[in-house]
């Protein structure tokens, strides 16, 4: 069965420092997704992405948070300047246009996570 | 603002038992969706289950139920015959409808024994 993945697993980074967190979504999904979670908190929504742009934020995505799709195939989360506070793990996620008889409803699928620590 | 809440952090159930996990949730809005996702220890999250507000119905996937009480904001899960296999975390989600975005709780850390 088809899976998102996410590469690296483990991010170890010091502060200051730019990473980019990379994932492959579903290939037929058109719907993609970052969300967060810090440890001991909950998942947050960070960004969705559609046809190349930004369809939503959270206040969380700030100037310093930045999505790619570079090839058609990766979905990239770029940290220009990693700061302690985005240590976390960060996850994921696409869609399909449609999900079932709910036109309004895509089921999102996540990857299994990137765990940063910004040190 | 919609938020989810999860008043317990861990549970424990003994294998073919029943448990119920606890969700709350507050929003102004009348259509969305509730969810509840699996993640197994080092696993992605899985869907298990979906709710839409607008139907009366509870749902059901097999072992995996809900209790949707839309007056009292309220969305519980109830896993009968308890599996090893259902040790994970287990978050409830809310998506007000139209949206993309998953609103979760912090998580109930279930554990079956055997």
């Known amino acids: 069965e088809p899976e998102v993945t996410q590469t690296p697993s483990h991010q170890v980074t010091q502060m200051g420092q730019e990473v980019i967190l990379r994932c492959v979504p579903i290939s037929n999904h058109l719907y993609f997704y970052w969300y967060r979670q810090i440890l001991g908190q909950k998942v947050e929504f960070l960004v969705s992405?559609?046809?190349?742009?930004?369809?939503?934020k959270s206040e969380i995505f700030d100037d310093q948070f930045s999505v790619e799709r570079p090839d058609g195939s990766n979905f990239t989360l770029k940290i220009r300047s990693t700061k302690l506070e985005d240590s976390a793990m960060y996850f994921c996620?696409?869609?399909?246009?449609?999900?079932?008889?709910?036109?309004?409803?895509?089921?999102?699928?996540f990857g299994p996570g990137t765990r940063l620590t910004v040190l | 603002a919609q938020t989810v809440t999860q008043s317990q952090p861990e549970m424990s159930v003994q294998e073919a038992e029943t448990v119920t996990l606890s969700c709350t949730y507050d929003?102004?809005?009348?259509?969305?969706?509730l969810f509840w996702y699996k993640q197994p220890p080092s696993r992605q999250m899985i869907l298990v289950i979906r709710?839409?507000?607008?139907?009366?119905q509870n749902a059901t996937e097999n072992r995996f139920s809900v209790n949707f009480q839309k007056a009292a904001k309220s969305f519980s899960l109830k896993i009968s015959d308890s599996q090893l296999g259902d040790t994970a975390m287990y978050f409830c989600?809310?998506?007000?409808?139209?949206?993309?975005?998953?609103?979760f709780g912090t998580g109930t850390r279930l554990q079956v024994f055997p």
């Open positions: 929003t102004s809005e009348n259509n969305y969706y």
């Open positions: 996620a696409s869609s399909a246009p449609t999900s079932g008889s709910d036109p309004n409803y895509n089921e999102q699928f």
């Open positions: 992405f559609y046809n190349n742009e930004i369809s939503e």
């Open positions: 989600a809310f998506m007000q409808r139209n949206t993309d975005k998953l609103i």
């Open positions: 709710q839409e507000a607008y139907k009366q």
